[in-house]
């Protein structure tokens, strides 16, 4: 195992060791140069700030509610008025996503779901679950006939895979100056095609086998993110456990499948969290059913419902998710304490709380270096080690400098992708409910955000006005911020918008939110 490491150092590590002081750590233990206290940009001042939240409005989209209620397609119980989803890059390209979908029952929209992703290690695997997971979930809650007819649709010659699956209908997205921006929205957000061809496919298998045996109401987050990691993570064999009990090298250029698909392998090396949720307003077995809130996490996305206190407009945040990591959550290393004996607490969640002492999140999908056997991750180091030499110059990414596996690797796997489940039914006095990345939470607490949105402007977006709160209060520029700051700056949010992707990551995260304004209709 430790024979390729002097061969993957050739990537980025050629500085020091991963966890020099003169370096810090991404999500997933790679090294970035620590940020100095007195950096100087040469853009400084390309973002004025009196033009912040004129910029900041280029960068959301928005969905209108009162388009489908308009056309009848919308049942009188919808809770939502309109949805604001942004993103502002801080990696070049960004590795965060989102998305967003409706599902009909009886020619009604009656049920919204929607996600944010944040990516690591690239943008592949978060890609491609964005582009999918949506469709995985809707194909567990439409009726059989409506499964069959979608089944009979990606099953039938010719199917065009740059179109997306569509059990979920994609809502209409339009910008800041109204324009629809849908058809952008979606071309963007193609997987490759080798990965798109195979995701269809597994996706027919699934909704194949729901047909003759649907999925247990309770059991429908669990089964559905699961499996969808498992297809992610098996090189395009179908599942993990596949890959780990073939006797032949996947690797290997005698290997059946020896056309290895390079961008499969990416999706199975980068890795991802997310935030789920699902708005049903529904009516069930002819009763009234309530509008009822599901909501997923797997990593260190997080959900905030927010309410009205009272007639005064204060709003008052709930969570909804608790961040899995290993540096606040003790509840994570009890649990990899219990399914990992044989190992140490402080060999589990290390480095700073990270997982094996490089990985920040304790759930996730994708990250195979922390599920495949020890034999598979020293079969796609070698191959790693071979595929730089050849024609390809493949390199070994966001793993170089890494040894083969981590350490210790006695027991894999040791990270999941199962989600907790929180589930709850919405009140009048429900007003935003915000779905963001750790970009955003990191420096912008529930408590401030909830002031924030209580003393919202008619005419601001919210999702708007929280990313430059975000920004005007983020830790790292020396004078112009410190952590745990209150009030806003304006100059910090300027320089830190100056920054081009990539520069930009060395102080902040990448920002991605969806924010849902809701209009609880009244019992």
């Known amino acids: 195992m430790l024979g390729c490491r002097s061969r993957l150092k050739s990537g980025r590590m050629q500085n020091g060791d991963m966890r020099s002081e003169n370096l810090r750590q991404s999500s997933c233990g790679n090294s970035v140069p620590a940020p100095r206290l007195r950096f100087r940009s040469p853009f400084h001042g390309s973002v004025k700030a009196e033009n912040l939240d004129t910029f900041l409005d280029t960068k959301t989209l928005h969905v209108n509610f009162a388009d489908y209620v308009a056309q009848d397609r919308i049942s009188v119980k919808c809770p939502i008025r309109k949805v604001h989803a942004s993103q502002l890059a801080a990696n070049n390209p960004i590795e965060d996503r989102w998305n967003c979908g409706f599902i009909q029952t009886n020619d009604k929209i009656s049920k919204f779901v929607f996600s944010v992703i944040d990516g690591h290690s690239g943008s592949s695997c978060s890609h491609a679950l964005a582009w999918i997971v949506l469709e995985y979930i809707a194909a567990t809650l439409?009726?059989?006939?409506?499964?069959?007819?979608?089944?009979?649709r990606l099953e039938g010659p010719p199917f065009d895979c740059e179109l997306p699956p569509r059990i979920v209908e994609q809502p209409t997205l339009y910008n800041n100056k109204g324009k629809n921006v849908t058809k952008r929205f979606l071309t963007n957000r193609?997987?490759?095609?080798d990965v798109r061809q195979f995701l269809i496919d597994r996706?027919?298998?699934?909704?194949?086998?729901?047909?003759?045996?649907?999925?247990?109401?309770?059991?429908?987050w669990e089964e559905v993110l699961m499996r969808l990691d498992s297809e992610l993570c098996s090189l395009g064999l179908g599942s993990v456990s596949t890959l780990s009990e073939a006797t032949e090298n996947p690797f290997s250029s005698t290997a059946a499948a020896a056309a290895l698909s390079v961008d499969l392998l990416h999706v199975a090396q980068s890795g991802a969290v997310g935030v789920f949720g699902l708005l049903d307003w529904s009516t069930?077995?002819?009763?009234?059913g309530g509008v009822e809130l599901q909501i997923a996490n797997v990593g260190d996305c997080s959900a905030v419902l927010f309410s009205a206190v009272d007639d005064s407009g204060e709003l008052k945040p709930k969570?909804?998710?608790?961040p899995h990591n290993g540096s606040t959550n003790m509840d994570e290393l009890r649990r990899l304490m219990l399914e990992h004996p044989d190992d140490k607490?402080?060999?589990?969640?290390?480095?700073?709380?990270?997982l094996l002492g490089e990985l920040a999140p304790t759930r996730a999908f994708g990250d195979v270096r922390y599920k495949w056997t020890m034999e598979r991750l020293q079969q796609m180091a070698d191959y790693l080690v071979a595929a730089a030499d050849s024609a390809e110059k493949m390199t070994a990414g966001s793993w170089a400098g890494l040894e083969a596996s981590p350490t210790p690797y006695t027991s894999p796997p040791y990270l999941t992708a199962k989600p907790e489940v929180t589930t709850c039914t919405l009140k009048p006095s429900d007003r935003y409910l915000v779905l963001a990345?750790?970009?955003?939470?990191?420096?912008?607490?529930?408590?401030?955000?909830?002031?924030?949105?209580?003393?919202?402007?008619?005419?601001?977006?919210?999702?708007?006005?929280?990313?430059?709160?975000a920004l005007s209060l983020a830790p790292g520029l020396g004078s112009l911020s410190h952590r745990g700051a209150t009030k806003e700056d304006s100059r910090l949010a300027s320089l830190l918008l100056s920054l081009p992707a990539g520069v930009a990551r060395l102080y902040r995260d990448d920002i991605t939110l969806v924010v849902l304004e809701l209009n609880t209709p009244s019992a």
């Open 319 to 322: 969570r909804l998710t608790t």
């Open 345 to 354: 607490g402080e060999d589990l969640i290390r480095n700073g709380g990270r």
């Open 437 to 469: 990345t750790d970009g955003l939470w990191d420096t912008l607490s529930p408590e401030m955000a909830a002031s924030l949105l209580s003393r919202l402007h008619p005419d601001q977006c919210p999702a708007t006005r929280l990313i430059r709160a």
């Open 203 to 220: 996706l027919v298998i699934f909704m194949q086998e729901l047909t003759l045996s649907p999925l247990p109401e309770k059991l429908i």
């Open 190 to 193: 193609l997987p490759p095609p």
């Open 142 to 152: 439409v009726e059989l006939e409506d499964l069959a007819t979608a089944i009979n």
């Open 284 to 288: 069930k077995d002819g009763n009234d």
